[in-house]
């Protein structure tokens, strides 16, 4: 039913159980947080199904120290999701996102009769907030569950300040965002956000000012992974692209919207029309579902009217190194957080296009808060509205033309600094994280 790999492990007594949520987005800050604690050497074991058990002991294969992979059974038969389906970004709408998220469920018999056999025991856990059900798998074995929810603290402070006025109780439409202060993650022993202190002070300690959970700065996540560690077989095609524009001393443009925003074809089309309006050189990454969309029929030429400064990229690309490359001076985006956070590291200014979730919060932080970004402005000025060729054309120059790439290289710097071994901020947080941990487990025996 489980299985578990025979590599060798961290053999510190500490134990970390991480189980992120099936999507990449949430399982890559997790995997980097492996690393983290391997470092520190403490055993470390993945929770995953056998789907998507590939990618993360890809991801993982680079680490001096082995990660356990846990492998635990994804139902075939759950309503509405096609059969297979083991990761969110595998949906083929993400208007079933959360009868996914909720159908995790599922795997808590199984997940409970493999960590109660793991060996030696685990001593914490780490876990994806949408696997609300872990808390009480955590508690029958007697260890603390910290939560990763994969947001800022910009955004959690919004959210609780929300909570604590009620001023969205009785909402009108499904637009309208609730909260609920009582959910089973405000149980748990706390929170672990990819972000680090420098950058969100303010909501840091206003998150922190309650008796709540603790909210532990860790990141930027990505950094715990050297930028050639990342660079396995053959190098892409669209880094020797890169290569090329950097030699003939031209800036790129680059453009992705993550693994799990629902794009129709007419802004695709806009999104097309604006890039080649633009007169920007870009490097712009389609998921397999937006490239079918956008079909040669729907963009007759463009590819091959936009060849010398344009190229476009099908299916996963590596983004962190893409934006570490030199060529790359500015990046229109979703606002996913784990892409603010690589933006940041990077020292690359973003044009703001949230899409989904907390996204508008976050394209709020960059522009306004962080000062390293511009908004991609709507038709109607809604957060999800549509956005014509002019609009994505205007974000375009405004961002390449402009000067945020110097403050966007000073957060890059302080970034740096965050996880610098035994002086940053979030590597003196973790190392906190993991001792309150210990008192933790100490407390519940």
């Known amino acids: 039913m489980e299985q578990v790999d025979s590599s060798p492990a961290g053999n510190h007594h500490h134990h970390a159980l991480l189980f992120p949520f099936m ?46 992979i846990l492998t635990i059974p994804f139902s075939h038969n759950i309503p509405e999701i096609p059969a297979g389906t083991e990761s969110s970004d595998a949906l083929p ?49 007697r260890i603390p569950r910290l939560v990763s929810f994969g947001m800022s603290a910009h955004a959690m402070s919004l959210g609780r300040a929300v909570g604590e006025t009620g001023i969205l109780w009785g909402p009108e439409s499904h637009e ?35 008796e709540g959970p603790t909210s532990w700065c860790v990141g930027p996540l990505c950094l715990a992974e050297p930028m050639d560690g990342e660079v396995s077989g053959p190098r892409p095609t669209y880094m020797d692209w890169l290569d090329q524009k950097y030699v003939e001393g ?128 709507t038709c109607d000025g809604s957060v999800r509205g549509f956005v014509k060729r002019d609009g994505v054309t205007k974000a375009v120059k405004e961002l390449m033309e402009g000067e945020r790439g110097r403050k966007a290289a000073e957060l890059g710097e302080a970034a740096r600094g965050a996880m610098e071994e035994g002086s940053g901020s979030s590597w003196v947080s973790l190392d906190k994280l993991i001792h309150e941990t210990m008192v933790g487990v100490n407390k519940m025996e």
Request: a negative charge; hydrophobic letters at 45%.
């Open 93 to 141: 709408s993400m208007s079933l996102f959360y009868h996914f998220a909720s159908s995790t469920v599922v795997m808590q018999p199984a997940f409970d009769a493999a960590i109660e056999t793991l060996t030696p025991p685990a001593t914490f856990m780490v876990s994806d907030g949408f696997l609300w059900w872990t808390l009480e798998s955590a508690n029958r074995i």
């Open 250 to 377: 031209e800036s790129v443009l680059f453009v992705a919207f993550g693994s799990q925003a629902d794009i129709s074809l007419e802004q695709l089309k806009e999104i097309a029309a604006g890039l080649e309006d633009s007169g920007a050189n870009f490097l712009w990454v389609l998921r397999d579902k937006e490239a079918g969309l956008l079909g040669k029929e729907e963009v007759t030429g463009f590819e091959e009217r936009v060849e010398e400064r344009g190229k476009v990229v099908k299916g996963w690309a590596k983004q962190r190194e893409i934006l570490g490359h030199k060529s790359v001076k500015g990046f229109m985006s979703h606002c996913g957080w784990n892409s603010v956070m690589e933006s940041v590291c990077a020292g690359v200014p973003v044009a703001a296009w949230p899409m989904a979730a907390e996204q508008p919060m976050n394209a709020r932080m960059v522009v306004e808060e962080m000062k390293v970004g511009v908004r991609v402005e």
């Open 23 to 68: 999507s990449k987005g949430h399982t890559i800050p997790l995997l980097h947080l492996a690393r983290l604690l391997l470092r520190r050497h403490i055993t470390v074991t993945v929770v995953t199904t056998p789907a998507n058990r590939p990618f993360i002991s890809q991801s993982l294969s680079s680490t001096a120290s082995a990660a356990n």
């Open 176 to 210: 309208e965002l609730i909260a609920l202060p009582q959910f089973p993650w405000m149980k748990s022993h706390g929170f672990v956000l990819n972000t680090f202190y420098e950058l969100e002070k303010a909501f840091v300690d206003y998150v922190n000012s309650s």
